[in-house]
């Protein structure tokens, strides 16, 4: 666990928000000092009844004092009820003056996958934290230093029975000490368990479709269940443990009271003190341990409360609050990455290094590269979500991290690779959560994204809930309402990963279109594929492998390059299929090695033809093109993008092919305005 000095800049934020609190705190301590004044009307109205009442059987005596004491106890009934309320309203305080902060330190850490992982226990921490301020622990706290007070008035009775009530503190501490030693760790372990078994429910609930699926239901049940028992068994013990000493010191203060009876008694009849002492003395012995009394009954809160106090500094610490930045111009989108190397969050090895591009407003740059290449990595860093662990990322010169980050991601349009949408109307997950959205504006942006009558058909249009994370919308519709998401506002960038993995021929010419109408209006778009429609109205590409870029120029150019290393690769992967038949299957050949020149046939726009990939790895992956019947008029280059069925169309490592060829057709028709070409996606779809 965690020492006291861990986290002191967390703390000290921590504290801050308490003081925010300061003045409550004060009128409760002061409305303290009159509830413990008044806590004498009890004892000392005892004390009035036995000694002055019963001895000189005045009834007058007894209704002038009953009179006086109904007043005070309504005072002090009201005074009771008043700092109750005071402290309520100090813990929601404490609560909302942190509320934003740690959710949004949350939100940010979670940007590290394995923070994800873990369980977010923020929110309860927070909550526990809040349940101690304002329960009856601060009045134990606020009625402790009179403690001493009621000890010296028994004192001040007898000093036997003055004792005896000390001795009865002590005996109290000592078991709220004990208890606290022996559950600790069980309680700790109960809650870790508990928080474990939650988190890994919210995963199952949340892949219910592949635990379905995929006959997990025993397994993923029997591992929460495993987790369940721990914590109950753990729970069991701790309650087992705090139980016995919480009865224990319950049945000891009656004892105590009796005992403190008894020794008043025997001083009676010695005639050391009057019988309305005997009965003073044990109630304010009652009220003098009764802030320890509650400091026992909290204990747990406490416990849960002080861990809470240390994750949270902890969480403040790690996740300072983001510097106020000065507010800069909307940017043009040039964007210039200067040698960047980025190690994923928990990671030694770097996923990319020493990155170098320029992209400028106008440009699209296609990011190509087989799996785990960094393409991902690489929109991950230039979005903000991943810092660079060197090199910079600059838009218009500022560097990503002069930008304040909700502001820069305005000016970007960000699709993921994982396309997520929150549960809503598809107009509010376009229009990014924007609680007062322009309706126009995110029109605008469906229509840029050729999204705009795919929607108007779906039962409730742009109002359409899109069911939790978006499953009640197919994959294909997710991504481009995901991409009319990324399209709204305009962002002077674009970052697109992997935005035509779902798509169909429609959609991938809405892709095309959209990605040649922002270049248009002079935006910066980044693409990241792995599909050749989506580099189509690229004019630049890079190539990543391993984390390298292994080319990067004008995107004819790379591909020629490529396609020149393409045959000799097939020769050593010893399977050719016939020509036409090019399209992106993937396969062993991706190593990016450096291989002799070889042209391929010339094709209309002066690219060169790709070479066949080899034999795919799953039987049908890759149709010849001349198998499949396509209309007569089709270019070459449409006809060996088409001849590849969906699933085959990736970019073999360090070898992306023909069909982009195709896809450069396709970009010019979508830069027309044409439909569709039949040819890449209709081929492709059979
Ligand atoms: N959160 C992470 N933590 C650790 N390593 C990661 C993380 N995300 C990605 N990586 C690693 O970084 C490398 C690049 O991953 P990245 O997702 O960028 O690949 P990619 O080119 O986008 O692949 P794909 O085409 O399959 O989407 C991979 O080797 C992967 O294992
Ligand atoms: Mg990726």
Known sequence: MSTKSDYPKGREELRKALATCRKHFRSVGLFSVFVNLLMLTGPLFMLQVYDRVLASRSMPTLVALLVLITGLFIVMGLLEYIRARVLARAGARFQAALDFRVFDAVLRRSVAPEERARPNTAASDLDSLRQLLSGPAPFAIFDMPWTPFFLAIIFIFHWTLGLLAIFGGIVLVTMAFLNDARSRKHQTEAQIAAAQAANLGEALRHEAESVHGLGMRNVGLARWQKLRNDALEAQITAQDRSGAFSSASKTTRFYLQSAMLAAGAALVVQGLVTPGVMIASSILMGRALAPMEQGIAQWGLAQRA?????????????????????????????????????????????????????VSPGEALGVIGP?????????????????????????????????????????????PQDVGLFSGSIASNVARLDPEPEDAKIVEAAQRAGAHELLLALPQGYDTDVGSAGSRISGGQRQRVALARALYGDPAVLILDEPNANLDATGEQALVNAIVGAKERGKTVIVMAHRPSAIAACDTLLMLDRGNVVDFGPRDEVLKKRTRNYPQLVAASGAVNTPGAAGMAGGAQGDGQAAPPQAGAPQPGGQQAAPQPPAPQQPGAAKPAAQAPRPAAQPAAQQAAGGQPAAAQGFPPGVPRGALTGAGSAVRNGAKGAPTPKGGNDQKVR
Do not use: C, M
């Open 371 to 415: 799996s785990g290449s960094g393409k991902t990595t690489l929109a991950k860093v230039l979005v903000g979500i991943w810092t660079p662990a060197a090199g910079k990322i600059r838009i218009d010169g500022a560097a990503l991290d002069q930008w304040p980050s909700d502001v820069l991601g305005r000016h970007i349009g960000y699709l």
């Open 306 to 358: 002080l861990r809470g106090w240390k994750q949270l500094s902890e969480l403040l610490e790690k996740t300072p609050v983001e510097p106020q930045k000065t507010a800069l111009p909307r940017p043009k989108g040039f964007v210039e990455v200067q040698n960047v190397t980025v190690v994923a969050p928990g990671e030694q090895v770097p996923t990319l290094r020493q990155v170098s591009f320029k």
